[in-house]
Structures are given as structure tokens and as C-alpha cells.
């Protein structure tokens, strides 16, 4: 949550405001609550801001605009501490002199004794905000040294953040610091760059240079200079973004939803790119835990929230069917509450599209103080979840702006099936020729994706029918119930309407109450394949609804007859192994949830109180 980007370059550019402005239009999925930009202006620092979307404040900016500079930074929020406000967007001022502006992302836990103190000095605030708590502080410390007035503040300060500063009297220099939330820096010829992550330069440069926990960054346009908190001499470690702005574009679509849910079969096909050898047995170089560890597990738990909790529980019936080894899945922000029982043998796999959730994060540092192994599947290169892991899968699937996540979901399940399939082929014998033969099937299924893809134009239409709804219900058993709990959130996250997803086999517990006639039941079908008899007691559910008078959606493999006489509506999907289902039978939901939402006119890839990565707790 909030997108801060940070830009310092030649004085003779002046193009500043255009960098920043074009970083936050690449990081506006990461909150919408308000947006601003202050950039150094002769011996003070000009602000701009607005509550709303960035579109607010380039009107404002039309109507005021701001001289040329080459320093600057920007914040796009999604609000925690105060209401999404003019007075409370940020950028905030520290002093009296209108020499300072701070950005902040994240949570200052306590703001309220710090902002005490300078209550009783007599300072006067102008927000709600936390931040602006730190601006004054900054402002005080201040004594011709940006960096050490950072680092004397960043002491005194609790919480999780990411901070970026400016000051007149230093107008070659933008500051940076970060404790539990994601700064990275862009390292450009002549000019560098700070951001929430690389979406925010990579218009201007590929190399990059991850930070640690609690450093501070300089940058000038000469360089960047990293200390530690507490200012001994530290080095970024420097990668190369490996996907350019044109993957960050629509590339045509109307929404960045649409365009990630068409980029699914490459998303699947790239997590699997590159970890088969010659044999075409699984080669996880980037595991860097030993063959031998991973031997003696006998216990995995994975932790994740929302839609990766849902990939994660696709991954506990695979690992448990192809490994035998128990696997609990545990929602991340109640983990470390419930005193999990780990050790060293205990494998604990945390999932996360931006590698900075925070509940996930605590979960994964909770996990490693009580001994467990941990492995971080995740698709944001330089995030902090995998740096806080002994070892981590990433996911390739390149950037996904929209808030709702599809293509990372396909790509979170893959990993996660890759991660099973490998400790089957560690384990050897009949395992080892099991997992053999499903990754030779799971290397078709970014072609059976494509294939499907291309055959949704009856559940565009259907969604367009049922713009008015106001409750649909999800149904799935073995690996299409989660399919089913993530079919309901999409349709929650994006037309805000009431959609649960059950256990079929749960519903004559309660559920089966809901159904009255016309209440539209989407039912994930198991192929008929599945093992013990779940396709059939399956169908038995829709019958049982069907006769109640629900309107029954049908998702069924190709060739599946016995769905026939009891589906008001047929969605086919190619036929695949049980376990990999999920990968085909998200798909049309997805679809689904996407198009209801644009027939009512939501804002599909922007949804409401909703951001991108929630990096508080």
C-alpha cells in the first residue's frame, strides 16, 4: 500500500515532475486514496496534492503549475492513519520554512507519544497523519545533513515504513530509509531513482539495487550511498530487471485485469521455464537449502493471505498426494497468535505476489526465530519476504498492476506445485516416477489455458446478464473448493456484492438455507477421473440445488455428460488431472468477476478500499 517514488537528476533536465508523475501512474494499483508531488524549488520545497486518484492531481497541477526541477518525490496513498483528505495526502511539511517535504508508506506505530512531545513544543500540525509526525522530527534534526537527520529519526520510530525526504538546502539529494516495507533503488546514468518498486523507473533504467532492513539510501545525481540505522557503511546488493515499461502498458485491453488474465498461459509457462534439466528432472538452483534438509521434513505449513492463502490450499492436497507429508495451511496474520507447533524439520512456505505482506512477513520471522526452514514463493524480485527466507521461488510472471490478482494466483499455485513435485522426486521411487509424469503433464497446460481463453464469450455474456445480482454462491470439492472461496472473492473485490464459496459437501450442514429460486450457483465440477467418487457426489449436490430452484453455472471438463441434465449453464474446460484443475478452472471465473464488474460500471483494476500489497498489519 501507497506507491512513493523518488527522482534526482542533472539540473540542466528539469524533469523531474515528469518521472515522478509517470512512477506513480505505474504504481497507482498500490493505493488511490490521494496523490502528491513536492520537488525542490530554488531555496524551498513546492508541494501538490489531492485526495483521489492521480487524475485529481494532475488537474491540480495544470492549474497550478510548478517551476522545473531535477529533485523531486511523490506518493500515491492508500490510507491508514486519517481519511483519505487534501490535508492528509502527502507529501507533509516539516518545520516552518517550507524547506522540507516527507512521503511516507507504512505504519508509525508510536506516533501518538512522538507527536505528544512536539505538541507540548508548541508545533502545530496540519493533518491526521503519522507522518507528518516524522516531517517535524526531520525538520528539528536537521542540521545541514539530510541522511544523518534521517537516521537520528528513524531510532526514535516504531512501526513498519518506508520514508523518502527532500530539503532546499541540500537540492541534489533525495533520502531514503526502510524498516519491513519495500524501497528499491533504480540506478540510471546521470540520474537515480527510489521507489515503492521498480514499476516506479523502469521507463528510465534496468539496473537496480535491492536494500536490507533498516538502511538508508542517498541518492545524487552522481550515485547511491547505503548506511545501516545506525551508520555504519552498508551495500545494496544490484540486479537487473529483467521486464521492460511496455509490460507494465495495457497492451490494448481496456483494463490491466484483462490484459494479466490473457497473460495467464505465459505466466504458468515462465514459472516452469528453466527448472528441468537435460533428463528433465527439476533442477531448483535457487532453493539454496540442502537436498538433505528438504529430505528430513515432516511438516510443511504454509502461510499466506487472501488469494495466495487459496493458491496454498490448492498446494496442501498436491504435496500431500504426491509427498505424504501433512501440510497445514495457515492464514499468515493468525499464525503467530495460535503458538504453531514448528521445529527444524518443519518446512514453512510463505506465499506473496509483492513479497512485502506484512502479516506474511511476521509470520516468516516468527517461523525462522522457532528453528523452521522457510522457502518464499513469490514474483517480486528484491522483496523482503525473500530476503528474510532461507530460499525462494519466484514466480516470473512478470508485473501484475490490477489490485485483484489472476495471473499471480496461476502462477503462486505452479510454484507451489513445482515446490511438491520436487521434494516427491527427493524422496525417490515411486514418487520420483509419479512427479515425472504430472510435470510432463503440467508442461501442457499453459497451451489448454490459451485454449480456454479463447472460448469465454458465453460467460462475458452471462456476467453481462447478471449485472444486477445481488448474490452468487461457489461450490467446489477437493481442489475446486478453493477455486470456489476464489471465485467469491474476485466477484467481492470487484462488484461488491455478496458471494460466499462452500465445500459441496457442506451444504446440507447450513448452506443449502440460501437457495431460493433464480439464486444463481456456480458448481466446479471434478473431472471424472477424480478419486473417491467425488465427481459424482458433485453432481448429486447440483441436483439437490437445481430442485430448490437455484440457476446452476456449470464448470466441467470437456466430455463430462453426467452434468448435462441438471446445468442451467455449461462451461467446459480441457480435461486435465485432478490435481491440476485449479489452473483450468479459475479461469472462468475470473472472467466472470471481471466482466459483471465493467457491465456495472466499477472501476475494475482500482477496486474500492482495496491495494495492491498491504504492508501493514
Aim: with cysteine; hydrophobic share 40%; charged share 20%.
Amino acid at each position: 500500500m501507497c506507491g512513493i517514488v523518488g527522482y534526482v537528476g542533472s539540473s540542466a533536465d528539469g524533469k523531474a515532475l515528469d518521472v515522478v508523475l509517470e512512477g506513480l501512474a505505474r504504481l497507482e494499483y498500490r493505493g488511490y486514496d490521494s496523490a502528491g508531488v513536492a520537488l525542490v524549488d530554488g531555496d524551498h520545497v513546492s508541494t501538490r496534492k489531492k485526495a483521489g486518484k492521480l487524475a485529481n492531481l494532475r488537474a491540480v497541477l495544470e492549474e497550478q503549475p510548478l517551476e522545473a526541477s531535477s529533485t523531486g518525490i511523490g506518493h500515491t496513498r492508500w490510507a491508514t492513519h486519517g481519511g483519505p483528505t487534501d490535508a492528509n495526502a502527502h507529501p507533509h511539511r516539516g518545520g516552518t520554512d517550507g524547506k522540507l517535504a516527507v512521503i511516507h508508506n507504512g505504519i508509525i506505530e508510536n506516533f501518538h507519544s512522538l507527536k505528544g512531545e512536539l505538541l507540548d513544543e508548541g508545533v502545530a500540525f496540519a493533518s491526521e497523519t503519522d507522518t507528518e509526525v516524522v516531517a517535524q522530527l526531520l525538520a528539528r534534526a536537521y542540521d545541514g545533513d539530510l541522511t544523518e537527520a534521517m537516521r537520528s529519526v528513524v531510532a526514535r520510530l516504531e512501526g513498519a515504513f518506508t520514508l523518502l525526504a527532500v530539503h532546499a538546502d541540500a537540492p541534489d539529494v533525495v533520502v531514503g530509509a526502510r524498516r519491513n516495507s519495500p524501497l528499491v533503488v533504480g540506478l540510471g546514468d546521470g540520474e537515480n531513482f527510489l521507489g515503492s518498486d521498480v514499476a516506479a523507473f523502469i521507463g528510465y533504467t534496468r539496473n537496480a539495487l535491492e536494500l536490507e532492513q533498516d538502511q538508508i539510501v542517498t541518492i545524487t545525481p552522481a550515485g547511491a550511498t547505503v548506511v545501516n540505522f545506525d551508520g555504519t557503511p552498508a551495500q545494496g546488493k544490484a540486479f537487473e530487471v529483467t521486464w521492460d515499461a511496455a509490460a507494465a502498458e495495457k497492451g490494448g485491453y481496456d483494463t490491466f485485469m484483462e490484459k494479466e488474465i490473457h497473460e495467464q498461459p505465459h505466466a504458468v509457462g515462465d514459472t516452469l521455464l528453466g527448472r528441468t534439466d537435460e533428463d528433465g528432472h527439476l533442477v531448483l538452483d535457487e532453493l539454496r537449502i540442502s537436498e538433505q534438509q528438504l529430505k528430513d521434513i515432516d511438516r510443511i505449513t504454509i502461510v499466506a493471505c487472501g488469494t495466495a492463502a487459496y493458491a496454498g490450499m490448492v498446494a496442501k492436497y498436491a504435496i500431500e498426494h504426491w509427498t505424504r507429508i501433512p501440510v497445514e495451511v495457515a492464514l499468515a496474520h493468525e499464525f503467530r497468535y495460535c503458538e504453531p507447533i514448528v521445529s527444524e524439520r518443519t518446512l514453512v512456505v510463505s506465499i506473496s505476489q509483492s513479497g512485502e505482506t506484512m502479516d506474511t512477513l511476521m509470520a516468516v520471522k516468527h517461523a525462522r526465530d522457532l528453528g523452521a526452514l522457510t522457502v518464499s514463493v513469490c514474483n517480486t524480485h528484491g522483496s523482503t519476504i525473500p530476503r528474510e527466507s532461507d530460499a525462494v521461488l519466484y514466480t516470473h510472471a512478470g508485473p501484475e498492476i490490477a489490485v485483484a490478482s489472476t495471473k499471480a494466483f496461476l502462477a503462486q499455485i505452479t510454484a507451489c506445485y513445482v515446490l511438491g513435485l520436487y521434494l516427491a522426486q527427493l524422496r525417490g521411487g515411486s514418487y520420483a516416477d509419479d512427479a515425472a509424469a504430472v510435470l510432463k503433464e503440467l508442461h501442457q497446460v499453459p497451451g489448454k489455458i490459451e485454449q480456454l481463453l479463447g472460448s469465454m464469450g458465453r460467460v462475458r455474456e452471462i456476467a453481462r446478464f447478471m449485472a444486477d445480482t445481488r448474490s452468487v454462491l461457489f461450490l467446489g470439492r477437493h481442489v475446486g473448493y478453493p477455486v470456489a472461496m476464489e471465485g467469491a472473492l474476485k466477484l467481492k473485490e470487484l462488484a461488491y456484492i455478496h458471494a460466499e464459496g462452500f465445500a459441496a459437501g457442506e451444504l446440507k450442514h447450513g448452506p443449502i438455507a440460501l437457495i431460493e429460486p433464480g439464486q444463481p450457483v456456480f458448481i466446479v465440477v471434478p473431472g471424472p477421473d477424480t478419486p473417491h467418487g467425488l465427481h459424482g457426489k458433485v453432481v448429486s449436490n447440483i441436483q439437490e440445488i437445481r430442485a430448490r430452484g437455484a440457476r446452476t453455472l456449470v464448470i466441467a471438463q470437456e466430455g463430462d455428460t453426467a452434468v448435462e441434465p441438471f446445468a442451467d449453464e455449461i462451461i467446459r474446460v480441457p480435461a486435465t488431472s485432478p490435481m491440476l484443475a485449479p489452473l483450468l478452472t479459475v479461469v472462468p471465473l475470473q472472467v466472470f468477476a471481471l466482466h459483471l464488474s465493467t457491465a456495472k460500471g466499477l472501476d475494475v483494476d482500482q477496486p474500492r478500499n482495496l491495494a495492491k500489497s498491504v504492508t501493514v498489519e
